[in-house]
T-cell receptor, first 113, second 115 residues
Framework: QKEVEQNSGPLSVPEGAIASLNCTYSDRGSQSFFWYRQYSGKSPELIMFIYSNGDKEDGRFTAQLNKASQYVSLLIRDSQPSDSATYLCAVKRWGNRDDKIIFGKGTRLHILP | NAGVTQTPKFQVLKTGQSMTLQCAQDMNHNSMYWYRQDPGMGLRLIYYSASEGTTDKGEVPNGYNVSRLNKREFSLRLESAAPSQTSVYFC??????????????FGPGTRLTVL
């Protein structure tokens, strides 16, 4: 079983609609959850992190966490063509000296103009 | 403040050649990481260094060695390159160990082709 699983996509969403990206993880000791965005040919950049159950909103982005179901999602409201990218889900245990995080393979998102 | 820098940006090697990928950060971060990214495989950890003077293997260490030269610099060496090592290599760093939230900051990447 993969530690962090994401649908590879591509996920095609019309401009202005809500894009919903999903991620499941296997390690119940995971405590911090991250969403990175990666444009083609570029390096990943952090867009959201969450560590409490529930929702966390930042502008057009909302991260949702359900630890009981081992599920984390990212919603992008009012999707724009500039949101077209690969979105990487990552998880981390608390207290690790090494600060390693485990990445999923990413979901490719394509916003249709 | 340049963040995380990597050199070179592109490199082509022949099978059996050796090379060192350089990484430096100017953010006074403790932990540094080397990843490789292949199509459909996501980011896979090669080696990491939790602090100056320590290094540990990640998920895919075979064929690589690392050196944490000082707090700023973390290099990745391919002793005898193989075509299977064709990939994009990212270096990353994070501020401190053991906290609940630590963003990893990534360098721009090195695109390596082994013929």
């Amino acid at each position: 079983q993969k530690e962090v699983e994401q649908n590879s996509g591509p996920l095609s969403v019309p401009e202005g609609a809500i894009a919903s990206l999903n991620c499941t993880y296997s390690d119940r000791g995971s405590q911090s959850f991250f969403w990175y965005r990666q444009y083609s040919g570029k390096s990943p950049e952090l867009i959201m992190f969450i560590y409490s159950n529930g929702d966390k909103e930042d502008g057009r982005f909302t991260a949702q966490l359900n630890k009981a179901s081992q599920y984390v999602s990212l919603l992008i409201r009012d999707s724009q063509p500039s949101d077209s990218a690969t979105y990487l889900c990552a998880v981390k245990r608390w207290g690790n000296r090494d600060d390693k995080i485990i990445f999923g393979k990413g979901t490719r998102l394509h916003i249709l103009p | 403040n340049a963040g995380v820098t990597q050199t070179p940006k592109f490199q082509v090697l022949k099978t059996g050649q050796s090379m060192t990928l350089q990484c430096a950060q100017d953010m006074n971060h403790n932990s540094m990481y080397w990843y490789r990214q292949d199509p459909g495989m996501g980011l896979r950890l090669i080696y990491y260094s939790a602090s100056e003077g320590t290094t540990d293997k990640g998920e895919v260490p075979n064929g690589y060695n690392v050196s944490r030269l000082n707090k700023r610099e973390f290099s990745l060496r391919l002793e005898s390159a193989a075509p299977s090592q064709t990939s994009v290599y990212f270096c990353a760093s994070t501020p401190r160990g053991g906290s609940s939230y630590n963003e990893q900051f990534f360098g721009p990447g090195t695109r390596l082709t082994v013929l």
